[in-house]
Nanobody
Framework: QVQLVESGGGLVQAGESLRLSCEIS????????MGWFRQAPGKERDFVAA????????YYADSVKGRFTISRDNAKNTAYLQMNSLKPEDTAVYYC????????????????WGQGTQVTVSS
């Protein structure tokens, strides 16, 4: 019922910005917790950010806090991840996810996933 498609990734230099988008198909977007995770080569899939269904509550990994901002526009069925001051360590495939809530830091809390979009940050 719920499908997610990420876009907006690309190749940037350190210090630059990108905005990722997550387009949702299905009727449950407004009631789902939305999250962003990332996976670098040879690494596990790690939590980046999450946002409650209303948008009132957000969570961030320590590594991105102050640089990344998660948001959502339920009327447009879209979630976003604004990434500023990008670092080479941010290089990864970024995945959008949707779920009912729980432990926002764990991929297992999210039942729906996008295909991922590549973000590469050069030195």
């Amino acid at each position: 019922q719920v499908q997610l498609v990420e876009s907006g990734g690309g190749l940037v230099q350190a210090g630059e910005s990108l905005r990722l988008s997550c387009e949702i198909s299905g009727r449950a977007f407004g009631r789902y917790v939305m999250g962003w995770f990332r996976q670098a080569p040879g690494k596990e899939r790690d939590f980046v950010a999450a946002i409650s269904w209303s948008g009132a509550t957000t969570y961030y990994a320590d590594s991105v806090k102050g640089r990344f901002t998660i948001s959502r526009d339920n009327a447009k069925n879209t979630a976003y991840l604004q990434m500023n001051s990008l670092k080479p360590e941010d290089t990864a495939v970024y995945y959008c996810a949707a779920g009912p809530g729980g432990n926002y830091f764990e991929p297992s809390s999210f039942g729906h996933w996008g295909q991922g979009t590549q973000v590469t940050v050069s030195s």
